[in-house]
Structures are given as C-alpha cells and as structure tokens.
C-alpha cells in the first residue's frame, strides 16, 4: 500500500501536467502504459481528473479577461446579426427537413434489416440532431452492434432509433417493439431503453424489453446485473430473473417523436432503488425462467400458456401476414410448446391438431375456423 | 450571466478541447444559442449544469467532428489515453447539482498557504505553463511542480469525499 502510495505521488503530477496539456509526447506514453497496467491506476486516474475538473467549478479564476472582453464584444455582434438572421435561418431549417424527408436513404440486409439514416439539421449540424433508425420488418430478425459495442437483437417488427451523439454524450436508445440488449458496463454513462415513456436504466447488463405499439404493456426481462425502471410513479429496481410488466394506459405514454437532448436530466445512480412496488398497471415477476422471454434472440419460440389471441399477434410479425380468427372464443383456447425452425404452415398445423381449428391461407392472410364437429367433440370431453 | 460564466466555462472547454481558439468559440456559440433560443429554454435544474452540459456537448461535438473528417487534433497518443479512461462527463453534472460542492472546492483553494496557492491558481485558472510561473515567482520550475503536487494533495484530502 505503501509503495503504491509513493507511485501515486509520482504520477499525480504528470496527470496534472497531462491535463494542463502540458505533458511531453514521452510523458505521455509513460502514462498511458502506467493506466494500462491496472485497473487501480485507471481509478487514481479518474480521481484526479474529477479534482481536475472540480476545481474548474471554481470562481476564484475571473482573470483571463483580456480574452474575456473580446469574446463579449465578439459575441455581442453575433447576436446583433443573428436577430436579423433569424428569420432566413427558419426557413433554412424547414428546407433542409423536406431535404431529409426527400432523401431517406433504406438499405436491406439479407432482406431483413432496413436501416434509416435521417438527418436533419442546418449548415451547423449536430451530431445529436443526427438520428439513426433500424427497423426490424415484420417477418425478419436482426442482431447489431451499437457505436458502444453493446448488443442488440430486434424482434420481428420492431424499430430503434438512436441520436447521433449516442456513446458519446449519453447511451440512450429508443424502442418501439421487442429487443434483447447486452450492454457493455460503462458506469460513467448509463445505458437507457426508452420504451414508450417508460425508461430503462441499466450500467451493464442483458436484458429484454417487449414494447409493440399495438400491445398494451410494456415488458422487461432481466437477465443478469441489474436494471432500473422509471416511468409515471414507478421507480424500481429489477433483479435478475424478475419481470415487470407496466401498463401503457398507466403511463399515458407519449406516441412518437423522439424526445429533445435531454440537456438537463439528472441520471440517478442505481445505487437507491426503491424495493419493488407493485401499483396501479404495474406487475413483478420473480423467478421466471428468463428464456421463455429472450429465446426468440436464438430462433427458438417457447410458448407457456398463451392465448390463441397472443400466438396470432406473433405470428403476424414472426411471418408478416394477417391472422384473422373468425370466433373470439377460439381467442381463449391456450397453447404451450417449443418450436424452432418450423414454417407457418408447420406451427399452424400442430395447433390445429391440439385444438378444435382449421385455418386457411390466403394471400398472406390466414383464416382460423372453428371445426365445429371437433369443437362438441371437445365440449364432450371437457364436460 | 455571460460575466459570471465565461471563465469557468471556457476552462471546461479547453479541457475537453485543448485548443484556446475552438474552446473560445465554444463558449461563445453557447451563449449565443441560448440567447437565440431564450424564450423556448427550459431548464429544470438551474442554469449552472444547463451551461455545462452544453459546453460539453458542444466541444464533444467538435472532436468527433474533426475526427470523422480526418483533421485529428488529437495525436494518437492522446486518443489511447481517452480510450483508456473516457470522457469525464456525469462526474461533473452531478457535481453541479450539488450546492454545497462549490462552496468547498473554494474553501480548500483558500486554505492552501499562499504562495501554493497562488502557484496552483496561475496554473489552473490563468493556465500559465511551468515555465511561465516560474518566471513570474522568480521560483525554479521544480519549486513549481513541487507546490503544485502540494496543492493537489491538499485538495485531494478536503475534497476526498467527493473524488
């Protein structure tokens, strides 16, 4: 410990010089070969350059204005030109929008993943008004890699949009739709899902969001580490092997547009987690087998007691194509199984072997029946 | 505002940035842009971190900026070291939030004995190299060091819960 503080005391100062920009190209190596050695080094690293950027907060400095009057004047003219300017700069931005309308540029891989670059903005363009959108089609899958290197499988019919300054000034991302997320730990940055207003708060972990804009909850699986959920008076704290199902109409969730930089919002640590708080729209699960919720990422479908109702919503995206169940009391009829590679065809025919249905596809639209015979046959037994 | 501001904020930037022309002109768009935008602002947290965020954005900006066009001003050295330790972004936001923080950073400044501080002052706030200190004290450039790595411990110790 000892001579780890005397270490300490050498490279305090080179830091400090490194910092102050005042380090030699040799200097410079030495350090980062020392912040390669170990993890310890990294943190006393860190902890200087948090002092180095406290004192910053300081106001004892008000003595560069030599500098500081010519910056004022300077930006006294900017402002004198820019009223004027206004108004032309307004229809810029309008022009360059119908651009980016104009020039929305789609790229299909292996006919699965169309990628939307949407960029908008004036001759000034920022990187946070960059905006990029992945949309997963209905009947594809698609695995990425965010700027970050963290991981993201997108079910059938989901899209992710991420601004431009995504890993740099924040690591959020928004989902309409399934995805299974492996994130790579940086405590400095939290990952966030926004899902539909509600956000999902993680520092490095897997985990499953399900937020289809035509379902009425939104679902999150953890896998493993550990994640925080805020929405509209709900603050928890998820462990691994839990599920928290919110309820849309509980949030009021707002449809749509991204939500502007959030400049000023306070990212909590993890560390105050409320316990779990089971409210109005919101349930926990604890202990579930998280594959039933993240298997469809390796192509395998665990169904455990779903609804007709629901397996037909999946099937539409799984397969785009439209399910129309002709009697909502087949919506009541539940299924469990396991499938991996099978067809519509495939899937459709074991259901119909299971319950009393006869489907038919036409035209990507599949048709499920009652076969009545069958059904008072069932009526018979269940009796 | 811009008076009480600009100091503070053109360090920051230089710190991000390193470079005095770009940090300037940094601070200056800031200003300008909120002074543009100052009737559809919203700021929830005061106006303090709502400045620095901005700063930080804006310079962040800047360096991607350059290096997707290939005029690094980073030398590759210094992109390692950045690798290394990433930016320090949420440190500082955080700080901000925290009333009490500015008020001690400045006591501990203020207890330093007085030609430390000083010394570590011209440093850090006039941005004075070594050399350049050492020639306005008529001290050698190891006394300089000397004082300042004084400096950055004492501070350590009294600002330690915040490190």
């Known amino acids: 410990m000892d001579s780890q503080e005397n270490i300490n005391q050498e490279y305090k100062l080179l830091i400090y010089s490194y910092l102050s920009n005042q380090a030699s190209e040799e200097e410079k190596s030495k350090l980062l070969n020392w ?22 907060v300081s106001q004892v400095s008000g003595k560069i204005s030599g500098n500081k009057q010519g910056a004022w004047n300077q930006l006294k003219d900017k402002i004198e030109t820019s009223d004027n300017a206004e108004n032309a700069a307004k229809r810029w931005k309008i022009t360059y929008r119908l651009l980016a309308v104009a020039s929305v540029m789609l790229f299909f891989s292996l006919g699965t993943i169309a990628t939307l670059l949407l960029s908008k903005g004036g001759p000034n363009r920022q990187l946070s008004e960059v ?27 989901s899209r992710l949009r991420y601004k431009g300054n995504y890993g740099f000034t924040n690591r959020n991302v928004y989902l309409e739709g399934e995805g299974y997320f492996s994130v790579v730990k940086n405590p400095q940055k939290p990952f966030v899902v926004d899902a539909f207003g509600v956000k999902i708060k993680a520092l490095g972990t897997s985990f499953n969001v399900k937020a289809y804009p035509e379902e009425r909850e939104v679902t999150t699986t953890l896998v493993e580490g550990k994640v925080k959920i805020e929405g509209k008076g709900v603050n928890i704290m998820l ?23 959030e400049n000023t919002t306070q990212t909590q640590g993890l560390g105050r987690g409320s316990d779990l708080a089971v409210n109005n729209g919101v349930k926990v699960d604890s202990d579930v087998n998280t594959n039933i919720y993240t298997s469809w990422k390796d192509n395998i ?21 439209t399910v129309q169940i002709e009697s909502p009391r087949l919506n009541q009829y539940r ?29 990507g639209v599949v048709s499920i029946k009652e076969e009545r015979k069958r059904s008072a046959n069932y009526q018979d037994i269940i009796k | 505002m811009f008076r009480r501001f600009y100091d503070t904020l053109y ?43 901005s700063v930080f954005n804006a310079s962040t900006d800047c360096l991607r900026q350059k290096q997707a066009s290939g005029q690094r001003s ?18 500082i936001f955080n700080m901000l939030q925290l009333e009490e923080v500015e008020h001690d950073v400045h006591e501990a400044i203020n207890q330093l004995p007085k030609q430390c501080r000083e010394i570590f002052c011209s440093s850090r706030f006039e941005l004075l190299t070594y050399n350049e200190i050492s020639e306005r004290f008529n001290i050698s450039v190891n006394t300089v060091k000397t004082q300042i790595g004084r400096a950055i411990d004492s501070l350590r110790q009294q600002l330690g819960e915040y490190l």
Not at chain 1, 307 to 317: C, H, M, P, W
């Open chain 1, 301 to 321: 479908w665990i169904i455990n007691s779903e609804s007709l109702e629901n397996i037909s919503q999946i099937l539409e995206r799984k397969f785009n194509v």
């Open chain 1, 131 to 157: 905006v990029h959108e992945i949309i997963v089609p209905k009947g594809g899958k698609s695995e990425l890699v965010l700027p970050d290197g963290t991981h993201v499988w997108l079910n059938a019919g």
């Open chain 1, 239 to 261: 462990k691994p092997k839990q599920v928290v199902v919110l309820t849309k109409e509980a949030q009021d969730c707002p449809k749509g547009n991204l939500p502007d930089d």
């Open chain 2, 11 to 53: 360090l920051y930037a230089l710190g991000i940035l390193k470079n005095e022309a770009e940090a300037q002109e940094i601070v200056n768009d800031v200003f300008l842009r909120i002074w543009q935008k100052r009737d559809k602002i919203q700021i929830n947290y005061g106006i303090k971190p709502y400045l620095f965020r």
């Open chain 1, 335 to 363: 299924f469990t199984g396991r499938f991996n590679k099978e067809t519509l065809e495939q899937i459709l025919n074991v259901i119909e072997l299971t319950a009393p249905i006869k489907y038919e596809i036409n035209k």
């Open chain 1, 35 to 56: 912040l390669q050695e170990s993890e310890e080094n990294r943190k006393f690293y860190k902890s200087c350059q948090n002092l180095y950027d406290l004192t910053s």
């Open chain 2, 74 to 91: 980073f030398i590759e050295i210094d992109d390692q070291i950045m690798e290394m330790v990433g930016v320090n972004e949420e440190y």
